[in-house]
């Protein structure tokens, strides 16, 4: 079945930056496009970025433009989020989204991300 393994999260100072890993399984990677999505407390969930399956084509939410940059590796099936400039209003559960159309949608179980001093 589809699997969505993120790892990178963690506590970071403001200003300071991570590196998002998404490890993708269960379908052929290279057909779809991914995203990054996350969730502050109290927030509704919202898209951060996604690329397409080719990684050519590249959208950013607003707030995190010329900051975060997402990139893949269809050979490793992984996606990644580059987040640097990070401020305390990044802070959230950071999740892994595919839309395979008729054959559905998947999320990670999410990591988290804390920008603290």
């Known amino acids: 079945q589809v699997q969505l393994v993120e790892s990178g999260g963690g506590l970071v100072q403001p200003g300071g930056s991570l590196r998002l890993s998404c490890a993708a399984s269960g379908f052929t990677f290279s057909n779809y496009a991914m995203s990054w999505y996350r969730q502050a407390p109290g927030k ?33 099936n992984q996606v990644y989020l580059q987040m640097n400039s990070l401020k305390p209003e990044d802070t959230a559960v950071y999740y892994c989204f595919v839309h395979r159309g008729y054959l559905g949608r998947s999320w990670g179980q999410g990591t988290q991300v804390t920008v603290s001093s």
Do not use: H, W
């Open 44 to 76: 509704e969930r919202e898209l951060v970025a996604s690329i397409g399956s080719t990684g050519s084509s590249t959208n950013y939410a607003d707030s995190v433009k010329g900051r975060f940059t997402i990139s893949r590796d269809n050979v490793k």
